[in-house]
């Protein structure tokens, strides 16, 4: 997949592809086009397992190799000399053969690890296509080596009943460490950072965390007087509401306000029900990334949803998931409190309907990949399982969460503080 890239980047980039001999350069180098460029496969990536191997069985050999003529010819000199010293030939021994030990030793570190891993780091690409016909050909040349011992472990791995390749697994907090670390080194910048760590947890909510519930959805009753339907698409601020027969229980699709409002304009017959478009009704177990492919081929750009009883829970649309991605939108919090609020003593004010996987990244702390919450409120909730009173908190994950404003029974704004010298990992008042 292409990737935009700086043109220094990507010039560079190429510049290494130019390097590499004939024979090891990828079918498809870096191609640029518009700033964008592709990635080089070099021939022996295609098995970094037996590459792997043939590298470590060389490097083996030659630390054997160094052991054994060092500790023979150049702990054999030493002694030698030690002894012309006047050093007691008891002590002259030992002495010689640790010395010549802790030399053969930084050698190896400095010019067999540091530098050449150091240098590697800084030019990865380059120094890969300049060694790459030699690995090659050194890589065929230990074929047979490398057949020996792979076959002798995996016949080990038979003998203790154990399977030869374990499953590649890569977490999600592995991912991470990779992004911030690329923004660190300036291959990304923070903003991309973010977008990613959006996607990644979109990936993981369910519908429920993007939706906008029941209690908040702007809906037109069509059994309504036409005064109060023309006020509510008068007042709306929102391009579609979705429509209903006498209650949110009997929800029947989705209307544009702007061709009722045109109706109404050419003095057309005011007829609701007849602009109303059919709307997906999805379940309220449904994940994120399922419901945008249901978003991207439905008719109309919004989705209701339900729970397994059939009642009506909320809606999402397009820009919900759009905001699970690069953050709310101001224009969509105008007189509204923002989610989370950083005070001078490392305390947080978060509130109720924050997501709980930003809520995560907020604290630095790690929740369970399956939870049966998508907010602040439902996290305490889990904890405390009750309806809280105000005052009420818990201590989870090296924080203290305790509820300071209620909006009737719904848990409207949570006080984060870090854990302090409280014991217990849940407690609560005692004047409750």
Known sequence: MSSPLSSSTASSRYQSWRSCPRGTRASKPWLLLDGTAQIVRLPFVSDPARFLLAIQIAVTAIGIIIGTYSGVTFGVYASDYFKKSGIPETVAGPLGYGVVVMIITYLSVIAGELVPKSLALRNAEGIACAVATIMTAFTKFAAPAVWAFDTSTRLIYHLIGQPPESAKRITDEEIRTLIAEAETAGVIEKGERKMISGVMRLADRTVIGLMTPRADVDWIDITAAETEIKERLITTPHSRLPAGYGSTENMLGVVQTRELLAAILAGMPFEVRSHIRKAPFIPDTMDALDVLAILRDAGVPMALIHDEYGTFEGLVTPADILEAITGVFKSDTVGAEPFAVGRDDG??????????????????????????????????????????????????NGWRFEVIDLAG????????????????DLCYRLDR
Request: proline share 8%.
């Open 409 to 424: 029974l719904r848990i409207n704004k949570v006080l984060v503080q870090p854990a302090g010298s409280h014991d217990s």
């Open 347 to 396: 305390s947080w004010l978060l509130a109720g309907g924050m997501p709980a996987d930003v809520m995560a990244d907020t604290l630095g702390i790690v929740l369970p990949g399956k939870r049966p919450y998508e907010t602040v409120a439902g996290f305490v909730l889990a904890k405390l399982q009750h309806l809280p009173k105000t005052g009420e908190h818990i201590q989870a």
